[in-house]
Structure formats: structure tokens, C-alpha cells
């Protein structure tokens, strides 16, 4: 091509012996061309096995084996630990079975926020077709000793009525704060923020 | 948790996570329950992508401690920021981004003098087929060794569009450049480990 003459640093390619730019060549590979050159240039052909064996080499690769050591993921999670931002605590005013509050003997009982949101989320999940997805637990400023619960669900496409589920977790939230933690729902706020596609079969 | 937890209270906080037979959470979900504070939810999102950001840092790095370091630093920093991260289903990209941060930092700070870390590379582990293990081995072998000959941020365009298929314009965007410089990067990538390969001429 009359543009090398011009230096190859404007065509920024790697001249073979023959003139051809080894770019093209790739590229006329990955087309699946060749043209009267291409097939009779021993350079070019040399070019091309270059890179069929750099392909190969690169699927050999994507297979890598290199696996990280198995402790890995326990370094990780202690580092991850040790980060701390815990939830903190909630002073919580527990309830008897008839729903009435009882003052502990051992005074007022705190626990968790981040132990209270993992078994709100976990009451959400046994819904068919529901996820949690945040869940954010304060104690109930308008409603004296109740929990108040935000929490974003993610839907399965087709999985029903979506007022029908959330009046569900809405309910499972209910009894599993009674039944698991001994304190009651205030308001729980559910927001639909994602639908998921049906698994397929 | 305080001393006094209520009854049931462990036992949920505990199945919070998914065990086995549970149902394979989706990454937003993951996401938005780690930031919340959902250790399990992080353990899971560590579990799912900790391979590919190792393997990147390996093949980056030459070094399986620097490269089991980097992948520690990238997950813990991603368990700071998870509060900024904007769209939760984004965050393979952001791992990928912190990850080739991170090894092109180091590799700017290694000395010149390009030191190959005994401990690195291949100890690969045979295939079921003897011969075609062997092969592989061999071709990875040689293009790991000719990627290392590469400038370092050219060696990352193209192992993370030809080995992790990330997107040019993704990686145009974390190397800073356009969409178009990647593939000229990646052209010119080819051409190298090509010829380091194979030489031609």
C-alpha cells in the first residue's frame, strides 16, 4: 500500500516481510477471507498460524485452574468482620402471648437490629415468588413498643397477584417478630422494587 | 446480641443466609441485603466472584500472594463502599474495576526489573485427558509468560475483554480512554502475544 511509505506509525500496524500489516491479516481470519496473496504468501500463512495458536492458547486460559487457596475466602471474611459496621442495638420492649407488654426482670432487653432483619427477611423469603431485598428496622416512634420495618421485595414474574404477596409477607413479618424475636409489627413498609423471570423448567 | 435472645432468635439469624438447597440469590439481591449489614449475603457475593477477580490479579500480577492480597483488599473495600454503589446488579463491573486499579498500582510500584515470583504460575492440574492436559498446559503456560512482556495496562485490556469478556466500552470506561482506543490496544495486544508466541519473521 502506497500509504507506508508515509511510515507505519500513521497505519500504527506491524508490517510482515511481504508489506502486508499483520492487523489485516487477523482481520481477514477473523472474517474467514483470504484473498490471491493471502493464499500463496508463506508469510501470511505464518501469521495466521500465530494466531490460531495464540486462540487456542486463550481458551486454555479462560479454563484457567489457577484456583485461590482455600482459606481465601475466610481471610476475606475476617477482614470483613473485623470492618465492623454491626448493627446496633435495639432496645426492644417485649410482648407476652396475649400481645401486652412485660417488663423483664432483668430490665429492658436490646438486641441486634442487623439479628431482627435477618429473621424479617428470612419470614419474607418463605413466600413463593418473594425475595427480601433491604430491610431497614427502627423502633416505632407512633406505635409505643413495636417494631417499624422498611423493606424492599424483588417479585418472580408470574408468581400472582403482587397486592396478594405483599399482604402475605406483610403477615409472615407479623408472626415472625411475635413468634421469634417476642415483640410486635408496627408499620411495615413494603416496596416492590424488581421483578425476576420465571426459572425455566 | 445481648445475653437475652429471645427463642428462635439465633436459629433465624443463622438461616438468614441461604444454606444448602436454598435458592441461588440474584447479585442486586445480594447487594442490597450486604449493605444492609448482611454478612451471609457479602460471604455469597465473595463466594460467586472471588475465582475471577484472583485469576485477573494472577495473570496481572505474576504472583499468587500478590494476587490473593489484591483480592482480599478489593472485597473488603467493596464491604466499605457498598453504601455508594448506585445499582446494586452493577457490582461485577465495580469488583473488576477496584481489581485492575489495584494491580496496575502495584505493578507501578515493582521495580523495573522484572523479577518473576517463584511461586507463580502453572502447578496446573492435568485434565482427564493426559495429552490434551498437557497441551493446554503448555499453551497457557507460554502465553502467560509472553503477557508478562506487555505493558501492564495493555495486558489489562486484554485480559479482561479476551479471558473475562467484559465489554470495550466497560473497559474503556475503567481504563479511562474510548471504546476505540481499547480495540486498538487490543489489536495491538493480539499482534504482540502473537508473535511472542509464534515468532514469525
Redesign the interface.
Known amino acids: 500500500m502506497a500509504v507506508n511509505e508515509l511510515g507505519d506509525h500513521l497505519r500504527?500496524g506491524?508490517p510482515?516481510?511481504c508489506g502486508r500489516l499483520?492487523?489485516d491479516v487477523?482481520d481477514d481470519l477473523d472474517r474467514g477471507r483470504i484473498d490471491d496473496h493471502g493464499r500463496t504468501c508463506v508469510?501470511c500463512a505464518?501469521?495466521r498460524?500465530?494466531?490460531t495458536?495464540?486462540m487456542?492458547?486463550?481458551r486454555?486460559?479462560?479454563?484457567?485452574?489457577?484456583?485461590?487457596?482455600p482459606n481465601?475466602?475466610d481471610?476475606?471474611?475476617q477482614?470483613?468482620?473485623a470492618?465492623g459496621?454491626?448493627?446496633e442495638?435495639l432496645p426492644l420492649v417485649?410482648i407476652d402471648d396475649t400481645g401486652a407488654a412485660v417488663v423483664?426482670d432483668?430490665g429492658p432487653?436490646?438486641?441486634?437490629?442487623?439479628?431482627?432483619?435477618?429473621?424479617v427477611?428470612?419470614a419474607a423469603d418463605t413466600v413463593d415468588g418473594v425475595?427480601?431485598?433491604?430491610?431497614?428496622v427502627t423502633v416505632d416512634d407512633a406505635d409505643v413498643g413495636a417494631l417499624r420495618i422498611e423493606m424492599?421485595l424483588?417479585l418472580r414474574y408470574g408468581a400472582g397477584p403482587a397486592n396478594e404477596l405483599v399482604e402475605t409477607v406483610r403477615a409472615r413479618i407479623g408472626s415472625?417478630l411475635h413468634?421469634?424475636?417476642?415483640?410486635r409489627a408496627g408499620a411495615v413498609d413494603l416496596e416492590i422494587v424488581?421483578v425476576?423471570p420465571e426459572e425455566g423448567p | 446480641m445481648s445475653g437475652a435472645v429471645p427463642a428462635g432468635l439465633d436459629q433465624a439469624a443463622t438461616t438468614g443466609g441461604p444454606g444448602p438447597g436454598a435458592p441461588v440469590l440474584d447479585d442486586a439481591t445480594l447487594v442490597a441485603r450486604a449493605r444492609d449489614g448482611d454478612i451471609r449475603a457479602f460471604e455469597q457475593l465473595v463466594r460467586r466472584y472471588q475465582r475471577r477477580i484472583y485469576q485477573l490479579a494472577l495473570r496481572m500480577t505474576a504472583s499468587r500472594a500478590d494476587a490473593e492480597d489484591i483480592t482480599q483488599e478489593v472485597f473488603v473495600t467493596a464491604w466499605r463502599r457498598l453504601p455508594e454503589l448506585r445499582e446494586d446488579a452493577a457490582v461485577v463491573g465495580w469488583l473488576y474495576r477496584t481489581a485492575t486499579n489495584r494491580c496496575l498500582n502495584l505493578l507501578r510500584s515493582r521495580k523495573p526489573v522484572a523479577e518473576m515470583d517463584e511461586a507463580t504460575v502453572a502447578a496446573d492440574r492435568p485434565a482427564d485427558d493426559p495429552q490434551r492436559g498437557a497441551e493446554n498446559t503448555a499453551r497457557r503456560e507460554a502465553l502467560v509468560e509472553a503477557l508478562g512482556q506487555l505493558p501492564p495496562a495493555q495486558r489489562a485490556v486484554w485480559l479482561l475483554r479476551e479471558v473475562h469478556g467484559r465489554s470495550y466500552d466497560e473497559i474503556a470506561e475503567l481504563v479511562d480512554t474510548t471504546p476505540d482506543a481499547v480495540r486498538g490496544r487490543l489489536a495491538r495486544a493480539r499482534v504482540q502475544l502473537a508473535e511472542r508466541m509464534t515468532p514469525w519473521q
Not at chain 1, 60 to 69: G, K, T
Not at chain 1, 179 to 183: A, H, R, T
Open positions: 500504527q506491524h510482515l516481510p499483520v492487523e487477523f508469510h505464518t501469521a498460524r500465530s494466531l495458536t495464540l487456542e492458547a486463550t486454555a486460559l479462560v479454563d484457567d485452574p489457577a484456583e485461590p487457596p481465601l475466602l481471610r476475606i471474611m477482614a470483613v468482620r470492618e459496621r454491626r448493627g442495638a417485649p423483664p432483668l432487653v436490646d438486641i441486634s437490629r442487623q439479628a431482627v432483619a435477618a429473621v427477611r428470612y425475595r427480601a431485598r433491604s430491610c431497614r424492599t424483588s415472625a413468634g421469634q424475636v417476642g415483640v424488581d425476576w
